[in-house]
């Protein structure tokens, strides 16, 4: 369970969040979205609930077991085997090794006593191995890894050799292992979930959707997909941006979304009805104030329309939403960027081999393949943020590259919304930069607020805002459209349309692919190029 007392949560000098008294709580049953625009304070107050940081002012009383799965994965030590890593939730991989070294004791000792109280403690070992399901865990960590799309190859593999969105999934695994019916399992763990869905397929997010309905403890969830939402939630925390703000619904998503609507047209008809009492108050106090002998009616009557107006509820103001327009692209080329032979292997493991690819001024490309085939990293090695193995890119005239890297590998997290754009533009005037990420709804003393501390969809904002400053002629894109809200999503795929420029993109949302129009695809991990057709939009969901 986790109860909030009297919460506050800030980013820098901006109140994002107040709750007074313990309005911020969950229990066992609780099945709650996380809702509100961009920048409202969604992804900061989760991880305050997860004990990942502090708030401004209030207390957070956690009890019994939580799983916390944060927008960025944990990175931490990459040598170790995914499997391992899964395993982990339950403290296995360490009992594991040190049977192993029990039972390599066992066969070396000549000592009968030594031998005797190794084997001991390998039966102390075995036995609280068994407890926590040892036996049939690793095939039940199996089972999650592959209803999430990851085989049994990708978990044989260390942590280092895995795309991003492997290694969220691999940590998505890891907390639902903990937090399963299986044996050893405690299906009474609070989840923490921030946009579990990321880097997910559709058969993977049915599988998710199911866990999550059937989870017996604590859930709260931040998702931009409405229809997890709609079949998971019992319960809305709607995070005011404006107000700063938590409004609590204990109702289903389709009813809160009911109940929104409802009340915005109350909110409207109220403040219609109260203006126009308020109008003629005015207006017949504009009559009487003329006359000396009637001024103290007419600043009475004055008084009474203010005070009417005030007494209804504000209209919602309706969220801003950045402006987002890709760059005019910078004169090149016919052929700006060419690639010839690529190949990555990370030691003997083979990524992708021989692969060729020319991106023409102009041209729009689609890069399609499983989970671990090396889209993310064919995009790298375009950017040049990596190194192939093989092979080597042949930059064209005039070539500019824009790079969207999906878990914004680009921004510094320790600098400022200010030190990124600048680093992003060293040549542009303060003024035209102030201007820019005013367009992408930055401003003010969010200006100097860390990288590091904004939302996954405020991230993705400042990163696009660097590719606008870029002038750039090829823009590769990683994943735009994870994190944000619906509105701002409709931007980006609005700039995808207008873009005069090339782009390489990759993607799990068919309407990003559907906005770019794009004329070829290139198949990984073989590398081979295609005409694009509507058909590709199914293997897009699938991949």
């Not at 049953?29 to 961009?38: A, S, T």
């Not at 000792?109 to 068994?130: P, Q, T």
């Amino acid at each position: 369970m986790i109860t909030a007392t009297d919460l506050e949560v800030r980013a820098g000098v901006r109140t994002l969040l107040t709750a007074p008294g313990p309005a911020l709580r969950v229990q066992s049953g609780d099945r709650i979205g996380l809702v509100g625009r961009n920048g409202a304070g969604k992804t900061t107050t989760l991880r305050i609930l997860a004990g990942e940081g502090e708030p401004y002012a209030g207390m957070v009383i956690r009890s019994g077991d939580l799983g916390y799965l944060p927008q960025d994965p944990r990175e931490g030590n990459l040598d170790v085997l995914a499997r391992d890593r899964v395993l982990s939730a339950r403290g296995l991989d360490k009992l594991l090794r040190d049977m192993e070294k029990q039972q390599a004791l066992m066969a070396e000792v000549v000592d009968e006593s030594e031998r005797d109280k190794a084997i001991r403690k390998y039966g102390r070992l075995e036995e609280r191995f068994s407890s926590l399901g040892g036996y049939v865990a690793e095939s039940e960590a199996a089972r999650i890894c592959s209803s999430l799309g990851l085989p049994d190859r990708v978990l044989a593999q260390e942590l280092r050799t895995l795309s991003g969105g492997q290694r969220r999934r691999i940590e998505l695994a890891r907390i639902l292992f903990a937090a399963s019916d299986g044996s050893g399992g405690k299906s009474d763990t609070v989840l923490l979930l921030d946009e579990p869905t990321n880097h997910l397929d559709a058969d993977s997010i049915t599988w998710l959707r199911g866990f999550l309905q059937n989870h017996d403890g604590g859930l709260i969830i931040i998702s931009h997909d409405v229809e997890l939402l709609g079949d998971v939630v019992n319960k809305v925390w709607f995070l005011d941006a404006v107000r700063g703000e938590a409004d609590i619904y204990n109702m289903t998503w389709q009813k809160y979304l009911d109940a929104r609507a409802t009340d915005e047209q109350r909110r409207r008809r109220e403040r219609a009805n109260a203006e126009k009492k308020a109008s003629a108050l005015k207006q017949q106090a504009a009559k009487m104030g003329a006359k000396a002998t009637k001024a103290v009616a007419a600043q009475n009557m004055l008084k009474r329309a203010e005070r009417m107006m005030s007494e209804v509820d504000d209209i919602r103001v309706a969220d801003r939403v950045a402006r987002i327009r890709f760059p005019e692209p910078a004169a090149c080329g016919k052929t700006p960027l060419m690639a010839k032979n690529l190949t990555k292997l990370y030691g003997s493991l083979e990524i992708f081999t021989g692969v060729d690819l020319a991106i023409d001024r102009g041209s729009r490309v689609v890069i399609l393949g499983l989970n671990g085939a090396g889209k993310t990293t064919l995009l790298r090695l375009l950017a040049g943020v990596e190194v192939p193995t093989a092979g080597e890119l042949e930059p064209g005239h005039g070539l500019k590259v824009g790079y969207f890297a999906q878990e914004h590998d680009t921004l510094d997290d320790t600098a400022t919304v200010w030190e990124n754009i600048r680093h992003a533009a060293p040549d542009a005037g303060e003024q035209n930069l102030r201007s820019l990420l005013g367009a992408f709804m930055f401003s003010g003393p969010q200006l100097e607020q860390p990288a590091g501390t904004l939302s996954g969809g405020e991230k993705t904002r400042l990163a696009l805002a660097g590719l606008v400053s870029s002038a750039a002629n090829v823009l590769l894109l990683d994943e735009p459209t994870n994190n944000l809200d619906p509105i701002s999503r409709e931007q980006v795929l609005d700039a995808l349309r207008s873009y005069a420029g090339a782009v390489v993109l990759v993607t799990h949302d068919p309407g990003a692919a559907e906005a770019l129009n794009p004329e070829r695809v290139i198949l990984l991990p073989d590398g081979t190029e295609d005409h694009w057709s509507k058909e590709y939009l199914e293997l897009i969901q699938l991949a």
